[in-house]
């Protein structure tokens, strides 16, 4: 069964770029949609953006100037770039998969907590 | 946007209770609308998608309905394995958005 897992630095300064990688294991990355979701500390679940397997993507407007989602199909991964972090960027993130658009997150992978502290 | 508002945000339940969740949208949202259960440190689980369709896997006393604006999530029996978060989340606009979440505690 399809697996994610998310990875990257648990600790970003303020104004630098936060980065992650969700590796997908047990299928392919081609033919769904993959997104990014984030969960501040005792707050609820927050969706960033999402790409297709094609390259195309769609955001949420309040990360829009400051996220871009890539992916790369031959090492079965995309990734996340958020800009000019500040410490409301503090959350756990998550990947997950999406069949097709107006489709349930499943699976999401573990979540990887990054906090922004100088 | 459309927002998604659950109800109640939290509540106490005893083993065998059932247990209804509400959630709503500002707009019509025809039946995309998913529920999640989500435990301390864990990633959200789906538990219904389409409003009223059990992921495989879930119990059968997890049950969903509802279509357009009001949407609720029954759990017939309580069990302590189910003492958790709840949130719902809209599929329908090109804006996905989730409900604030509803917590399930042991009364």
Redesign the interface.
């Known amino acids: 069964q399809v697996q994610l897992q998310e990875s990257g630095p648990g600790l970003v300064k303020p104004s630098e770029t936060l980065s992650l990688t969700c590796t997908v294991s047990g299928g392919s990355i081609s033919s769904y949609y993959w ?1 990014w979701i984030r969960q501040p500390p005792g ?5 960033i953006g999402y790409i297709y397997y094609s390259g195309s993507t ?1 955001y ?2 309040s990360f829009e100037s400051r996220v871009t989602i890539s992916i790369d199909t031959s090492k079965n991964q995309f990734s996340l770039k958020l800009s000019s972090v500040t410490a409301t960027d503090t959350a756990v993130y ?1 990947c997950a998969r ?1 069949e097709m ?6 699976p ?4 990887i907590r990054v906090t922004v502290s100088s | 946007d459309i927002q998604m508002t659950q109800s109640p945000s939290s509540l106490s339940a005893s083993v065998g209770d059932r247990v209804t969740i509400t959630c709503r949208a500002s707009q019509s949202i025809r039946s ?1 609308l ?1 529920w ?1 259960q989500q435990k301390p440190g ?5 538990l219904m ?2 409003a009223s369709n059990l ?1 495989s896997g879930v119990p059968s006393r997890f049950s969903g309905s509802g279509s357009g604006t009001d949407f609720t999530l029954t759990i017939s029996s309580l069990q302590p394995e189910d003492y958790a978060t709840y ?1 719902c ?1 809209q ?2 606009g ?8 509803t917590r399930l505690d042991i009364k």
């Not at chain 1, 999401?108 to 979540?111: L, S």
């Not at chain 2, 864990?42 to 789906?46: E, R, Y």
């Open positions: 997104s707050k609820g679940l927050e969706w769609n949420n407007p998550y999406r658009s107006g489709s349930p997150f499943d999401w992978g573990q979540g | 995309y998913n999640y864990k990633a959200p689980k789906l998608y389409s992921q949130h989340q599929s329908y090109t804006l996905i958005t989730f409900g604030q979440g």
